[in-house]
């Protein structure tokens, strides 16, 4: 859109995305998938001028829907919230079985809970470049985090996330559906 359509650029007041990897990828060893899926269109993005915030892999696996979020799922005895429970359940045995993760990080919705409450998410601002060709690095978000290529900071890049407030914004969400 931004390519085609280049006046709409100044009418985003700001962009928060699920993408990408401070250290280690998911699709490849140096590649979040979504940011590998269309490098071309994240170095787009990361290149708009627009306030970018990123929350990468290393904020959306803290974000992990414990057994005890499960139970409190549970526990409000109502469609949504159960059938949000299944689906972690569901998630969980992959997240198991393919990364060996205790229980499954929900990605998305920590792009969205920093949107509601810029706060739950930590972040150092910085300069984000997308690796765009490479045999093992296309779609590498390369997070410049001591500012070595000598250029201006383009990106807010989470590094931790308040877990216990997370959860409560996105239960007390869901608990306001049947």
């Known amino acids: 859109a931004m390519r085609r359509e280049p006046a709409v650029v100044p009418k985003i ?43 990468p892999l290393e904020v959306t696996h803290q974000a992990q829907a414990t057994e005890a979020v499960i139970s409190r799922l549970r526990d409000a005895k109502r469609t949504v919230a159960n059938f949000a429970a ?3 359940v569901f998630f969980g045995d992959t997240y198991r079985n393919v990364f060996g993760f205790p229980a499954p990080p929900v990605h998305d919705p920590c792009a969205v809970a920093a949107v509601i409450d810029p706060t739950i998410l930590h972040a150092h601002t910085m300069r984000v470049e997308i690796e765009t060709i490479g045999e093992w690095t296309t779609g590498r978000t390369v997070c410049d985090v ?13 590094y931790a996330l308040d877990v ?3 959860w ?8 306001t559906y049947e």
């Open 13 to 55: 007041k700001a962009i928060s995305l699920m993408g990408g990897a401070i250290g280690v990828g998911n699709r490849m060893p140096a590649a979040e998938f979504n940011i590998w899926a269309d490098p071309e269109a994240a170095a787009i993005v990361f290149d708009c001028g627009r306030p970018i915030t990123m929350s």
């Open 146 to 158: 001591y500012g070595m290529l000598g250029k201006p900071a383009n990106a807010r890049v989470g």
């Open 168 to 175: 409560e914004m996105v239960i007390s969400t869901i608990l």
């Open 86 to 88: 299944d689906l972690l």
């Open 164 to 166: 216990t407030r997370f």
